[in-house]
């Protein structure tokens, strides 16, 4: 292990390694198949990043995700490490390069998606590599019982076939005894050496606390500390009302979701990452390969999908080791909103075969035709047309996608791309020329350096200003370029993309999918039912619950859940202790009622009023005339 910790400290700087870390390389560098069970903040990548980095060869990394996977990548190269990512950002040419330089370039790491995987071409690649390790990051997504099923990670055993004697590492976070079993069933792993941590995290305070206004509540929350904190909410909509919420209450807070571009992204991760922001405001597409370690309140303002998805959000708190409270704050309201979200996402298989027949006369397909076409799609118009309701169609499409049936892009080019033909006879022709073609040519070539070599990103409504030519005359012109082959124009679309992978045949379809469509809706709907039972049994501690959902027990009550406070008898409480809390909340929040002490504070009602009487009496607090407690000066 001498390598793994020099290693270790090189480029990460840490001295020694967590438990089961140490176990976990040992046993990958000498060539196991491995399974690995941490949760969210245990330091799972280092399980393959080490291992890599002591013998020759690039490890290949299967990630379900662009943005984790280029996340990851950078972190490496800020290292002095050499990753690659492999996204739909790179054309067939871009690809080969890249191929040539992992060969060729000293580079270590490959991500990619298994989506990615699936290419012939891909995997006639990765055979010509010289592979020394294969994780699968996420592997929960192999499973029909996980919380993120997805279709392609079954198609990832093609790699025993092209690399058989590489040893594999799966990789979740989170995973019942089921899911468990499915990944190692699924990927092949039936000698891999297992590992698995606890899922008890004894610094995470842990609230579930019933709130009728949940924004007050937020607010107050957040007021009574200085660190950094995630807000997770429902929608993105509820992303930019309750950052510009919390900012009109001199809260710095940011907002995140899965609608915003890469820049935007990037801007605001940044943002609140250097801690301009003190809040992130975020949907659940937050989170994955985020690593800021004083995060020190994660608060749920919505009710999550389920039990792992909770645990997922939670453990971005305190990852440091340091104490930190998580909040889900709920009422009557948020239980029945996400009981509307989950009977709207319970797709039948009926409904399905509907949905498939209705695009294939979408798309004039006959009986027993299989169309090559890659069809652009519009769910909205689809939806309208044939009368259904636009998630109906939304969630239909997810299923017969992860079956196989068609495959769609859920992600569309959002930034317009470029690359001059820079052997075009046309080149200096149409530069030559009075009209609107020209113009944008000059434009590109003075405005994007490198656009001979690469595809690079353009911005159609920045070049319509410089020109000062509308945008669509600018498109036009641009597919015109294209269309006369002096440059490639892959335009921004959001539309999506919809290929069908089976011959029409409905009945066949049909029975091909409905068992395992009709086994994810019930999945889907214990997973909701487990998460609303741990919400309103507030008899048992929280972290017992929770633990015992994955199977691991907890001998004795946390105590310090909201559950476990509830309990501790009122002869028992620390009043000094509590005074000094209530002051420090009081220094930071200047007045506070009794509820939104007890809201920041939520031990016994009955202890704090009794804390509250003695600080008053001793004239360390006053009470002012709208009954709000302040400290005497």
């Given at each position: ?12 700087g840490?001295?020694?390694f ?6 976990i ?16 903040g ?19 990394v ?58 012939e ?15 699968i ?6 499973s ?22 590489i ?54 929350l ?78 749920h ?35 029945l909103?996400?009981?509307l ?61 992860n ?93 999506l ?41 507030d ?14 027990n ?62 008053v ?14 400290i005497?000066?």
């Open positions: 292990m001498d390598k793994a910790h020099e290693l270790l400290k090189k480029h990460w840490f001295d020694s967590r438990d089961p870390q140490a176990a390389i040992n046993a990958v560098t000498a060539g196991n198949d491995t399974f690995v069970l941490l949760p969210t245990a330091g799972k990548s280092l399980c393959y990043q080490i291992p890599a980095l002591m013998t020759d060869g690039v490890c290949l299967v990630s379900p995700l662009i943005a984790l996977m280029e996340d990851q990548a950078k972190s490496l190269e800020d290292k002095g490490i050499k990753a690659l990512v492999l996204s739909s950002k790179l054309n067939r040419h871009d690809t080969i390069i890249a191929f040539d330089n992992l060969m060729h370039g000293n580079y270590k790491f490959l991500y990619l998606s298994p989506e990615k995987l699936q290419s071409f891909i995997q006639e690649k990765i055979s010509q590599l010289s592979l020394n390790l294969i994780a990051d996420e592997a929960h997504c192999i029909q019982w996980g919380h993120d099923f997805r279709s392609a990670y079954l198609k990832i055993p093609v790699l025993n076939d092209i690399h058989p004697d040893p594999k590492i799966a990789l979740t976070a989170t995973a019942t005894a089921h899911v468990k079993n499915d990944i190692i069933e699924n990927l092949q792993l039936t000698s891999a050496k297992i590992f698995t941590g606890s899922y008890y995290r004894d610094n995470l305070y842990i609230r579930i606390l019933k709130k009728e206004d949940t924004r007050l509540g937020i607010l107050n957040l007021k009574s500390i200085d660190d950094p904190a995630i807000v997770y909410v429902g929608t993105r909509k509820n992303t930019v009302q309750y950052a510009r919420f919390l900012s009109s209450h001199q809260i710095k807070a940011t907002h995140y979701h899965g609608g915003l571009d890469n820049k935007q992204k990037s801007e605001a991760l940044q943002q609140w990452k250097d801690e301009k922001s003190k809040v992130m405001v975020a949907t659940n597409a937050f989170g994955m390969g985020i690593d800021k370690s004083n995060v020190r309140m994660v608060i303002a919505h009710l999550p999908n389920s039990i792992e998805n909770y645990m997922q959000e939670i453990g971005r708190a305190g990852r440091d080791g340091k104490p930190s409270v998580t909040y889900l704050l709920y009422n009557d309201n948020s239980i909103e996400s009981e979200v989950l009977k709207k996402s319970i797709v039948s298989p009926e409904l399905c075969r509907s949905v498939y027949g209705k695009l294939n006369d979408y798309y004039q397909i006959a009986n027993g035709e299989l169309s090559e076409e890659i069809f652009n799609f519009d769910l909205q118009e689809f939806a309208l047309r044939y009368d259904f309701q636009f998630m109906q169609v939304y969630y239909a499409l997810n299923h017969l996608h079956e196989d049936i068609i495959f769609y892009d859920q992600n569309p080019n959002k930034t317009s791309r470029i690359r001059i033909i820079e052997n075009s006879t046309k080149l200096f022709q149409v530069q030559s020329l009075q009209n609107i073609q020209a113009k944008v040519l000059q434009m590109l070539l003075r405005t994007y350096g490198g656009v001979h070599e690469q595809f690079i990103a353009i911005n159609e409504s920045l070049i319509s200003s410089k020109l000062n030519h509308p945008k669509d005359e600018v498109i036009k012109a641009l597919r015109r370029l294209d269309l006369d082959k002096v440059l490639v124009y892959n335009e921004s679309s959001n539309r993309k919809l290929k069908f992978l089976v011959p029409r045949e409905d009945n066949f379809v049909y029975h091909m999918f409905r068992a395992n469509i009709t086994q994810r809706n019930k999945t889907k709907e214990a997973k909701s039912k487990s998460l609303h039972h741990l919400i309103k049994n008899q048992i501690c929280r972290q017992i619950q929770l633990l015992h959902y994955f199977g691991e907890l001998d004795s009550p946390c105590g310090h859940c909201d559950v476990c406070l509830s309990r501790i008898p009122a002869e028992k409480v620390d009043y000094q202790e509590l005074s000094a809390q209530i002051f420090n909340l009081l220094k930071k929040n200047k007045t506070l009622n009794l509820n939104e002490v007890n809201q920041l504070l939520p031990n016994d009602k009955g202890s704090l009023v009794k804390t509250l009487q003695l600080m009496e001793r004239k360390l607090i006053g009470l002012n005339l709208q009954n709000k407690f302040y005497i000066t």
